[in-house]
């Protein structure tokens, strides 16, 4: 699979909106030229208004789906910060 094409479009689109982003992992490696593979792109962003609003102006751009983080209830198994636990 030769992921450049949709890398391009990818590093355009970010470039066009110019959304404060870290790119991360496989897709991060081939930016910089790696000769790895990958079906995700995976970046962080600063959650501000602008930044959203680039977002999904980035999203439309490359015809993208923004969907909302799911994190399911986790129990806590380590005691609170400051609890005076061992």
């Keep these: 699979m030769n992921a450049s094409p949709l890398l391009v479009k990818i590093a ?10 870290v ?9 910089h030229g790696a000769p790895v593979t990958t ?3 995976d970046f962080m962003f600063r959650k501000t ?18 969907l909302e983080p799911y994190y399911p209830e986790q129990k806590n198994s380590w005691p609170a910060a400051g609890s005076g636990s061992n």
């Design 49 to 66: 208004p602008r930044n959203m609003h680039k977002l999904n102006v980035f999203a439309k751009e490359i015809d993208a789906q923004i």
């Design 23 to 31: 790119k991360v992992g496989n897709a991060a490696a081939a930016f």
């Design 39 to 41: 079906l995700d792109i």
């Design 12 to 21: 355009r689109a970010l470039h066009l909106v110019r959304l404060e982003t």
